[in-house]
């Protein structure tokens, strides 16, 4: 089945500091792919949209600045969290879409990033 | 936009009982329906999905219903074991190009031996 890599698994970094998250699509290609937030508890909350050769769409109270996303190849899409603060500790996921599939969406296994 | 309810957030059962997870949404237009399972620390993973053209479908313990005049769709797990225990959210999506996933709140499902 449709497989997504996602990277690293949990990351601890000094507030101010800049950490950069990986989400690839395995065995298929995905245009889009879908960074989401996770708090303790609690839904998936959509963060942006990532389209390929493109710029991503944020979701409304979402800093463009502060998370950076490319989507540089059909495969591969990062995010950056850039000057991380205590507050953007939290549970990202991504989620990459098949090109070929009808709805076929695939999650990555998460980042838990704890900034200190 | 699309809204999606789900409820109970807490569901307990003994080992073999079944577990039915209910949601509703709002949007007519969304006509994909698919369930996840999230164990702690983890991302989500697909356990079954519907689509709008389909009233149930089911594999082995699992089943999903749609009843799309009252917008409302179900999971049911039958003969639950306490590896079933995990988060389980509902979500809603439509068929277009940039369509993206609306999840319920979620349910946490414990298992009891």
């Known amino acids: 089945g449709a497989v997504v890599s996602q990277h690293p698994s949990w990351v601890i970094c000094k507030s101010g500091t800049s950490v950069k998250i990986e989400c690839r699509s395995l065995d298929f290609q995905a245009t889009t792919m879908f960074w989401y937030r996770q708090f303790p508890k609690q839904s998936l909350m959509l963060m942006a949209t990532s389209n390929e050769g493109s710029k991503a769409t944020y979701e409304q109270g979402v800093e463009k600045d502060k998370f950076l996303i490319n989507h540089a190849s059909l495969t591969l899409s990062t995010l950056t969290v850039t000057s991380a603060h205590p507050e953007d500790s939290s549970f990202y996921i991504c989620?990459?879409?098949?090109?070929?599939?009808?709805?076929?969406?695939?999650f990555g296994s998460g980042t838990r990033l704890t900034v200190v | 936009g699309e809204n999606v309810e789900q409820h109970p957030s807490t569901l307990s059962v003994q080992e073999g009982d079944s577990a039915v997870i209910k949601c509703t949404y709002s949007?007519?237009?969304?006509?994909?329906f698919p369930w996840y399972k999230q164990e702690l620390g983890k991302g989500p993973q697909l356990i079954i999905d519907?689509?709008?053209?389909?009233g149930e479908k089911k594999d082995q313990r699992i089943a999903v219903t749609l009843n799309k005049t009252a917008k409302h769709f179900s999971l049911h797990i039958t003969e639950t074991q306490p590896e079933d225990s995990a988060v389980y959210f509902c979500?809603?999506?439509?068929?277009?190009?940039?369509?993206?996933?609306?999840f319920g709140k979620g349910t946490m499902l414990l298992v009891s031996p």
């Open positions: 979500a809603a999506s439509m068929r277009s190009g940039y369509s993206t996933l609306t």
């Open positions: 949007d007519s237009a969304s006509n994909y």
């Open positions: 989620s990459a879409r098949d090109d070929m599939q009808e709805n076929g969406y695939t």
């Open positions: 519907i689509r709008s053209n389909v």
